[in-house]
């Protein structure tokens, strides 16, 4: 049986399709127009529910929500909504950035360290610019129960797009950097969950609407996009200089 000829060989490495592990050309491109689709439209839906905040001051699905998650009576249920957000506020969230920085960077993993700290930099102010733009107040206590009265504006919530952005960068790097174990396991099921509870949290302490949580998840979903962009973009390019 002859050998097949050196061009041949190199043709079928760079097409892609024959190379073990890589996906053929048609599923890469499907993948690719479906991330493109999921997010012009977190885009346009973030674009849009702050077109509805704008024009319309209250939602009454906001308060039927609000209303529902209240009306959870368990200590427990309390107690973890409160440990929940704690990590949001200032000065734990500012520490816990810088924390998160130096970790990665006793590691070794500089650039990790690099992008953690602009991540959280990022959320911050985005959300200081689009609360300012916006104006929403924030729930009354007329209408809800509210554990902690803020002076801060409502729309979008900053513990959500926090917690998207630095948590979910934080989550990224642990799932594709190490290897598995009940450690990489434990602590991709703790960030996952931060968050996914932080909205119920920020709602059931009446700081926030639904609406202002829907918006957060959206936008900060769009910046980690943004982040992972950035930091995949960063790592190829060091790669390629070392």
Do not use: C
Not at 223 to 238: A, P, T
Request: aromatic share 14%.
């Amino acid at each position: 049986m002859s050998e097949p000829n050196g061009n041949q060989s190199v043709k079928i490495r760079e097409d892609g399709t024959h190379q073990p592990g890589i996906s053929p050309h048609p599923i890469r491109q499907y993948r690719t127009i479906l991330f493109v689709f999921l997010l012009v439209s977190a885009i346009g839906t973030f674009g849009f529910l702050t077109f509805l905040v704008e024009t319309i001051p209250s939602f009454p699905i906001d308060l039927q929500i609000t209303r529902a998650i209240q009306s959870i009576h368990f200590p427990l249920f309390d107690w973890l909504m409160r440990l929940i957000s704690w990590p949001g506020f200032s000065p734990q969230s500012i520490i816990l950035s810088i924390l998160i920085g130096l970790l990665f960077f006793v590691s070794g993993l500089r650039w990790e360290s690099v992008t953690s700290l602009l991540a959280s930099l990022l959320s911050g102010v985005t959300n200081e610019l689009v609360k300012g733009l916006i104006q929403r107040p924030r729930p009354s206590v007329d209408l809800v129960d509210v554990f902690q009265v803020l002076t801060s504006y409502s729309f979008p919530s900053g513990h959500v797009m926090f917690y998207t952005t630095l948590f979910g960068f934080v989550w990224y790097v642990i799932y594709t950097l190490l290897k598995r174990s009940w450690m990489r396991s434990l602590l991709l099921t703790v960030l996952g969950l931060f968050i996914l509870l932080i909205g119920i949290s920020r709602i059931y302490l009446g700081q926030h609407w639904a609406s202002d949580v829907l918006a957060a998840y959206l936008l900060g979903s769009f910046l980690l996009v943004g982040i992972l962009l950035l930091y995949e973009g960063g790592k190829q390019r060091r790669f390629l200089h070392r």
